[in-house]
Each structure stands twice: as structure tokens, then as C-alpha cells.
């Protein structure tokens, strides 16, 4: 066997070296499979040693696992299972990657920088949009541009830079009003003349928990989360209530038939 | 002499020998050195027409002189690999610099390339001396032995080195076609013995979403 240098260059892995399900570098994440199995998302699997087999989640055979730890199968094809035996190397766009640890506890993630998960925890979509959450108990890996600071709450935080949360089920908005009241403050909130700061407006954090937040206001491309039922009281679910009430805000073209038109269900 | 300066920059002292590096890519230089450009990458006529047909084209300078030359291309990650008598495939994109000892070809990949999205063909470079390449994100380096073949996502390779065989992996089925495909439907075996360079970062392929 000939040796290549190691000594002087680039560290030189092989499935003996390689960590088990810690990262190679800051970018890269080692996984290992012992007849395991791992959920992770499309395309972000670079190399692997041993035997794998990747099946999309709609594959017949894993019809039990998806059932129980995977709640949102209208976005299933975005995932895939890994199985079988070896070392697999995962990375997303040169992003950083870090595992988390979770036990018995939830936490919720923005849906773009979750990477893969372990089938011991049930994957959910978040009533907010564009947000997963992950209940239960295992190691999941996610990404995010910059290293990931760990804050606990109360806490306002830029929307750009929050990557997730757990344990604290209280985010709502917050807008600074005092700076936004009055037309003058409409106007400037509105066209940025007059000296907006551009961070009148931020998530709001309370109770116990931790959140996550990624260094820098750089958002990692949304993965689709799937759509919600068309239910009212469903955020998101674009299934808009049609009381009367609900469209009084909307203002009614003429030539419209307005209320008959939905009294006749058209 | 190549060292890196943090990892994104390609420090070269030289001693009145000369290396040839992609066109542009100098930074800064100490002492006195001479730039110039290697029509068709200093492979001569041969070299340049193969280059022209296979769409391998790389525009190589020489530098000649005596001090430190550094090297930088757009921010991107440098990884030193040396040769000794071995020969290193690589996208002639992701070449930085070469020592002028070494002799640059192009070569047929195969299916590989087309998987890749970035052509039939690919660099090689082959002698003893020391080469840098360059990655989105470092690049991992995987040792392939007998009893450890590897395999590696087409848009995450990056240049493989020694004597390795490769082989083409399709996943397609049935399935891939209603979209629920393994999200990894071509993938690239090595087999034999050498190392290969990944980048933790996939470049688009014609495979991306299959």
C-alpha cells in the first residue's frame, strides 16, 4: 500500500480516523451508520465510506419510520433516508455545521438550516411558518452562516439572525412604536427618509429556554415546510375564513357581486 | 517552496526557480520577479488545441524570480497537495498553482464530468512537486485503500490523486421520476488506492434536485 503524505499537508482521512457523529472541520459533519438509519435533507451528503442505500421518505419500505417521526408529509420529498453501515460526510454550501444534543425536549428551527436528524426524534411543522420543530430525543445537525450563540431569554432578536428556539413557546413580534407612530413615523418606517435604523422591528423572546442565533443577518435559503391544512385558525394555511368580517377590510371592485356571490358558494 | 498563508493564501518563495499559477491570481510580491503569460498553458501546440476542443481552457502564467510571490483567487479555500511521481486529476478551474516542474495534460473523464456539469474532460498534473488547489469551504481529504473504497457526490469533488478507479453510480428509478427520488441519484465510486478532495459544498449539477 503506498502512504501519501500526511505530514506537512492537509490531515488525510479514512474510516478509521474519521470522528463519529462529530464534525471534520467547521464546515463538515461525520456521520456514522451501524445498520442506522438518519433522516436528512436532499443533496447534502458529499461522500461516504462503506455501503448506504438513500431512499426519498415516499419510499414504501420506510412507510413505519416516517410515520412516527416525520409529521409533515407534504414536504417529504425535500428528505431522504440514509441507511446502512459506514462513515458519511454531510455539508451544506460551505456554511457552518454544529450537532445538537437534545433529550427529551423540543426545539424549533428555521426549516432551511436543518441538515438531518436522528429517527428518534419526530420532526413537526411549527405553527409559525417556515419553521420546523423537532421533539424528543437524539442528535440532529443544522447549519447556519456563522457560528450559532446561545442566548436565554428575555430577549429581542433580529428576525435575520434567529436561527431557532427552545424550550420557550412565546415568540411574537415587537415593533418599536414610539419611533413608528404618527404619519411622520409611517412615513419614515414606510421610505427609510428621516433615519430608520432598519431594526424597528424584532422577534420578542420570554419565559425559560434558550435561543439560537446565527452571526451574521445573512438567511439561509427556506426549504419548503410544506403546506398546512386549509383549516380557519391555521396560520398560514391560506384557508382565509370567509365571515363577512374578515373581508370588510378588502375593498370591493364594482362589477363584483360581493356578498351574493359568496352567499351562492361561487 | 508553497506554504499557505492563513487558508486562503498561497505564499511561494522562490530562489530564481519559477511556478505557473492561474492567470491574475497574483497578490503581492517581495523581491524581484518576472510574470508571464503561458499561451495554452505552457503545453505547447498539442496542448493548446486539445484544450480549445475539450473545453478545459485555463489561462496559466509563469513566474520567474527571487523573493515570496503570493497567491489568492476570489476568496476561496487553498489546499496544498504534493506529488511525488503521482498524478493529481483536477477541474482546471479549481488549479491555483503548479510547480513548474510539473507537466499539466487534460484528460477524458468519462461520465464523471458530464455528472459534474463541468465537462468530458479534466486537468491532470503529474511529477514531483507541489500543486495548490482551490475549494468552496476547506476540502476534506479521503484516503482510499483496497478495503475502504469511497464514494463521493459529483458536486462535491473536487480532485482526486493516485491510483484509483472510478466507477459511476446511477440511483435513478422509478421512483426518481414521481420526485421521490434519494436525492443523491449520481454518485462517483473510488476504488484502488490514493486520496480524494471533497469541498464541504455541492456546485450545481444537472443532478442537483434529482
Keep these: ?266 | 517552496m508553497f506554504r499557505l498563508q492563513g487558508s486562503k493564501v498561497l505564499a511561494v518563495d522562490m530562489t530564481g526557480d519559477a511556478v505557473k499559477a492561474k492567470n491574475g491570481s497574483m497578490v503581492a510580491y517581495d523581491g524581484q520577479m518576472a510574470f508571464k503569460k503561458m499561451t495554452g498553458g505552457g503545453e505547447g501546440i498539442r496542448g493548446m488545441v486539445t484544450r480549445r476542443l475539450t473545453g478545459e481552457q485555463m489561462t496559466v502564467m509563469e513566474v520567474r524570480g527571487q523573493g515570496t510571490c503570493w497567491f489568492a483567487d476570489r476568496a476561496s479555500e487553498i489546499n496544498l497537495v504534493s506529488l511525488q511521481g503521482d498524478k493529481l486529476y483536477v477541474e482546471s478551474s479549481n488549479l491555483l498553482a503548479t510547480d513548474a516542474g510539473l507537466r499539466t495534460g487534460t484528460t477524458f473523464t468519462g461520465l464523471r464530468g458530464a455528472s459534474q456539469g463541468n465537462g468530458l474532460f479534466t486537468t491532470t498534473v503529474e511529477g514531483h512537486g507541489q500543486a495548490a488547489i482551490m475549494s468552496d469551504g476547506p476540502a476534506v481529504v479521503l484516503r482510499v485503500s483496497r478495503q475502504y473504497p469511497l464514494t463521493v457526490d459529483p458536486g462535491a469533488y473536487i480532485a482526486h490523486q493516485g491510483n484509483l478507479n472510478q466507477s459511476f453510480q446511477s440511483g435513478v428509478t422509478f421512483r426518481t421520476l414521481f420526485g421521490e427520488g434519494g436525492g443523491e441519484a449520481f454518485q462517483i465510486r473510488f476504488e484502488g488506492d490514493g486520496l480524494v478532495y471533497v469541498q464541504p459544498s455541492e456546485r450545481n449539477t444537472i443532478a442537483g434536485d434529482v
Design chain 1, 1 to 266: 500500500m503506498t502512504t501519501y503524505p500526511g505530514a506537512g499537508g492537509p490531515t488525510v482521512y479514512d474510516p478509521m480516523t474519521l470522528p463519529v457523529d462529530d464534525n471534520v472541520n467547521k464546515y463538515t459533519f461525520c456521520v456514522e451508520l451501524k445498520g442506522s438509519q438518519w433522516f436528512l435533507q436532499k443533496g447534502k451528503m458529499i461522500a461516504y465510506y462503506g455501503s448506504m442505500e438513500f431512499n426519498g421518505v415516499g419510499h414504501g419500505r420506510l412507510d413505519r419510520l416516517v410515520r412516527t417521526s416525520f409529521h409533515s408529509p407534504l414536504h417529504a420529498s425535500d428528505w431522504v433516508v440514509a441507511e446502512g453501515s459506514g462513515k458519511m460526510l454531510l455539508a451544506d454550501r460551505a456554511f457552518d455545521v454544529n450537532s445538537y444534543d437534545l433529550e427529551d425536549g423540543n426545539l424549533t428551527i428555521r426549516s432551511g438550516n436543518l441538515l438531518a436528524f436522528q429517527p428518534s426524534l419526530a420532526l413537526k411543522q411549527s405553527i409559525v411558518p417556515g419553521f420546523l420543530t423537532l421533539i424528543g430525543t437524539g442528535k440532529f445537525v443544522a447549519a447556519s452562516n456563522g457560528p450559532v450563540v446561545f442566548m436565554e431569554p428575555p430577549i429581542r432578536v433580529d428576525p435575520q439572525a434567529l436561527v431557532g428556539w427552545a424550550d420557550c413557546p412565546s415568540p411574537c413580534h415587537h415593533y418599536d412604536h414610539g419611533y413608528m407612530t404618527g404619519l411622520l413615523g409611517g412615513l419614515r418606517a414606510m421610505t427609510g427618509i428621516g433615519g430608520a435604523s432598519g431594526e424597528e422591528h424584532q422577534f420578542e423572546f420570554v419565559g425559560a429556554g434558550t435561543v439560537l442565533l446565527q452571526s451574521s443577518e445573512t438567511l439561509m435559503a427556506e426549504q419548503a415546510t410544506g403546506v398546512v391544512p386549509h383549516e380557519p385558525g391555521v396560520p398560514g394555511g391560506g384557508g382565509v375564513p370567509t365571515g363577512p368580517s374578515q373581508q370588510a377590510g378588502a375593498p370591493r371592485l364594482p362589477g363584483q357581486l360581493g356578498d351574493l356571490q359568496r352567499r351562492f358558494g361561487l
